[in-house]
């Protein structure tokens, strides 16, 4: 039976020691609500700018418990928002973007070797195959459409079939996207060693800390942060809950937790490995409209995960909403049927939310009079775009009225877009995901649909 601990977490070498929970009043400078990747990187970047600050991270749980210790272990310098979108809200922000987070791949690389973390970091890039025609149609678009954004032609490549093959082979492969701009890593060595260099740069962190109030600055009161074992006091108050977000009062709206779910495998036999290619190390994935993930990890396991899990109405999060067997079915027969040379045995299956904005387009933001600030909303492609974020709210923090490559970025002080009061936001979110899967089902069959551009409709 596979276990329902995330891979991630239960390969690592020691289990993790809760850190005493927060039991009395406090005063600091600034106080982070949330010990995942956004957290974690800011009072880095922080204490980077500022040695002296005084910080203090609150965590409900243990640090990367969500998303953070939970996700594929992709390091990319995907945007879950369109280039084209950015462009059309201000000229020049498409390429510019693209160009920073192309290069932030190997800032986190870079980063992390300074840091001393040993997060099994390998940027191999991704390779995106085209399995039937359609696909293929908007790989090659989508080529086209990052050259034209800046990209140069070793920044994303098409590969012709013998090309593809040559780096790993897919049934029904005609051909794939080529990326160098990703890494593999492993998440929860990558949170575990960054809340352990946070901590020896100075910061505090609370774990088994849950938040029930952030409260904006009033009068000559700092911000103030409530928690159940007692008040933090700030200058600044961070919010860096990403999924969970929905969860805090007055803000089930601002990001939907959509759930992504994942399974690994045992270690395969270099046998297997020989057959199918992988010898690169890149992450993959094909040109369907349901995402779907891979990674080849330190161990030669594969670590597969894909969307596909219902939205729960509401915004509601629960535990057992992690582990959806339909879903894993799906999964497991999508890595089958991908790499039939794998016929061993999944040993993992795990789930967990992560935060969706209304338009998809992460955000930042500093209220210097009320000392309250945030950052999320990367829709699953937070590993290096959290990093980005924190760059950005700490130059803002630190240096108000300074503008710096971080703090000019689309998503710096963006307005926020609120999602729809129930039920339009279960009917949209789920009318998304059941065309995304009707998409792919016709496309297998030969059949072009119009039903994958539901989802851009839905969103915009």
């Known amino acids: 039976m596979p ?38 990187w800011t009072a880095r970047e922080l204490l980077r700018r500022d040695p002296a600050m005084r910080i203090a991270i609150l965590e409900r749980e243990v640090c990367g418990f969500g998303a953070s210790g939970r996700n594929g272990g992709w390091a990319s310098a995907l945007y879950p928002q369109s280039l084209a979108a950015l462009e059309r809200r201000r000229p020049g922000d498409g390429a510019r973007v693209g160009a920073i987070l192309r290069r932030a791949v190997g800032d986190l690389g870079a980063a992390l070797g300074a840091d001393g973390i040993d997060a099994h970091y390998h940027q191999g890039g991704t390779l995106t195959f085209a399995r039937n025609p359609f696909q293929e149609e908007r790989l090659r ?44 890593v492993q998440p929860a060595l990558l949170v575990r060693g960054l809340a352990a260099a946070v901590e020896a740069l100075g910061a505090r962190i609370y774990e088994g800390t849950a938040v029930t109030r952030i409260l904006a600055r009033s009068g000559r009161h700092p911000a103030t942060v409530v928690t159940v074992g007692g008040t933090v006091h700030a200058a600044v108050a961070v919010r860096a809950t990403e999924g969970y977000t929905a969860a805090l009062p007055g803000l089930r709206r601002d990001l939907a937790p959509i759930y992504s779910l994942m399974i690994a495998t045992e270690p395969l036999a270099p046998a297997f490995w020989e057959e199918v290619g992988f010898g690169g190390r890149e992450t993959f994935n094909d040109g369907r409209n349901l995402l779907i993930y891979g990674q080849r990890t330190a161990d030669d396991r594969i670590a597969f995960g894909g969307r596909g899990a219902p939205y729960h109405f ?42 969706m904005p209304r338009d998809l387009s992460p955000r930042v933001a500093y209220d210097r009079r009320t000392g309250l600030a945030m950052a999320g909303g990367y829709t699953g492609d937070g590993v290096v775009l959290s990093r980005v974020a924190a760059q950005a709210l700490a130059d803002t923090i630190t240096a108000p009225d300074q503008s710096t490559e971080f703090t000019d970025l689309p998503f710096v002080d963006l307005p926020r877009r609120r999602w729809e009061p129930e039920p339009w936001r279960w009917l949209g979110i789920n009318t998304g995901l059941a065309a995304a899967t009707w998409a792919d089902r016709q496309e297998r069959r030969g059949r072009s649909s119009r039903a994958g551009s539901v989802v851009d409709r839905l969103m915009s």
């Open 3 to 40: 276990q329902t601990d995330s891979l991630w977490w239960s390969a690592l070498e020691s289990t993790s020691t809760r850190r005493p929970p927060l039991a009395n009043h406090l005063d600091v400078d600034v106080a982070i609500v949330g010990g995942g990747f956004t957290g974690l």
């Open 141 to 184: 678009a989508e080529v086209d459409e990052a050259r034209g954004w800046g990209a140069g032609p070793d920044d994303v490549v098409w590969l012709d079939r013998d090309e593809a093959s040559a780096r790993a082979r897919v049934t029904a492969g005609r051909g794939a996207l080529y990326t160098r701009h990703c890494a593999r």
């Open 314 to 355: 509401g915004s509601v999060i629960e535990p057992r909403f992690d582990h959806v067997d339909k879903v894993f079915g799906l999964l497991e027969a999508a890595l089958r049927e991908l790499l039939p040379a794998f016929t061993g045995t999944i040993t993992h299956r795990w789930g967990g939310p992560l935060g």
